[in-house]
């Protein structure tokens, strides 16, 4: 298992020491950009890392949230990107076919990057319907690190928020992770 973190505007600074990846907070809806995403990619590629890239998704609008992710994530190849789906502060939720429809445009606007779904167990059990999550399935649940409590294939498993979002990915390198990022 590779070692990772994923990171937003709430991480000023962070080490890369013992990281093999990191998964840098890109946008959210159609307007948000992460202020840090720069400093942050920065940081992830000195350090060595695989870096990916996360959309927090919005209901509505779904090909022009696709749009605005791909126009500000960083391109570059071995980089993959995600699309975190749950809900919003307002309590809101995009729906199966929006997260399946993100998924697919993301992919066609970027196809020489995997895609994949960043949610959290109680989604990705009571929520999803299509169990589509795209090249891949980013798990949230917080237990024994590359321990999800699901059935499903998973690629990267969030197994804790504290101090910071620590993550583990079924990769037996980082070149692996790399190779596998750029198909």
């Known amino acids: 298992m590779l070692r990772g973190i994923d990171v937003s505007s709430h991480q000023s600074s962070f080490s890369t020491a013992g990281l ?5 907070k890109a946008t959210e809806g159609r307007s948000y950009i992460n202020p840090r995403l720069a400093a942050q990619t920065k940081l992830a590629r ?32 071995g980089d ?3 699309v975190d789906w749950e809900r919003t502060g307002d ?8 997260k399946d429809r993100f998924i697919r ?29 795209g090249d891949g399935l980013w798990i949230a649940d917080y237990v024994t690190a590359g321990k999800p409590r699901i059935q499903a294939k998973w690629r990267i498993h969030q ?11 079924d990769f037996a390198s980082k070149d692996a992770m790399r190779d596998w990022a750029t198909p």
């Open 20 to 24: 093999s990846f990191v998964i840098v």
């Open 91 to 98: 309590g809101t939720a995009a729906t199966n076919a929006e």
């Open 105 to 133: 445009e993301v992919k066609r606007l970027r196809p020489d990057h995997k895609v994949i779904l960043y949610c959290n167990r109680d989604f990705w059990l009571n929520h999803d319907v299509t169990s589509f999550a």
């Open 80 to 82: 993959f990107l995600a």
């Open 46 to 77: 000195d350090g060595g890392c695989v870096v990916g890239f996360y959309h927090f998704l919005w209901p509505g609008n779904i090909t022009a949230q696709a749009e605005y992710f791909v126009s500000k994530a960083p391109e570059r190849a």
């Open 159 to 169: 197994y804790t928020s504290t101090p910071l979002d620590k993550n583990v990915a």
